[in-house]
C-alpha cells in the first residue's frame, strides 16, 4: 500500500486527485458496514466525506468502490466538514475517526486494504 507522505497531501489535492483512508469494519444498526473517509478540494474548500458500504463480496463484487451503499442517497460520500484550511479538515479526520495522517492513499487503493486489513 502506497501511503503519502504528510507533505504530498494537499499537492495532489490541488492536481484535483482525491485522497482516502480506510477506517475498517463498523456496525450500523444491525448491519456491518465497511467505512472510509476521503478527501477533495474544489475550488477553495476542502471537504471531508465518508463512505459507509456492505460488504459484497460473497456476492461476487470484487471492489469496494463496486459496493452497495448502506444509505444509497451517499453514493458519492456523506459531507461531514468543509473548510478552506486543509489543515482544520485533517483535525477534524484525527478527532472524529482517529485517522493517521501519514496513511492517506490516493483515490482507487482500496481494494488493497480489504486483504490486508480485513
Known amino acids: 500500500m502506497n501511503h503519502l507522505l504528510e507533505s504530498q497531501i494537499k499537492p495532489h489535492l490541488h492536481h484535483s486527485k482525491e485522497i482516502e483512508q480506510f477506517l475498517g469494519k463498523t456496525v450500523i444498526g444491525d448491519y456491518e458496514v465497511l467505512r472510509w473517509i476521503s478527501i477533495v478540494y474544489n475550488k477553495d474548500n476542502y ?6 458500504v456492505f460488504d459484497d463480496r460473497d456476492e461476487g463484487i470484487e471492489s469496494i468502490y463496486d459496493f452497495s451503499y448502506f444509505t444509497p442517497d451517499d453514493q458519492f460520500g456523506r459531507q461531514l466538514f468543509i473548510s478552506t484550511d486543509l489543515n482544520e ?4 479526520a484525527v478527532e472524529s475517526f482517529g485517522v493517521d495522517n501519514s496513511k492517506y492513499s490516493l483515490f482507487g487503493n ?9
Open 89 to 92: 479538515v485533517l483535525e477534524f
Open 47 to 52: 471537504k471531508l466525506l465518508v463512505h459507509e
Open 110 to 118: 482500496l481494494d488493497a486494504n480489504l486483504i490486508h486489513d480485513l
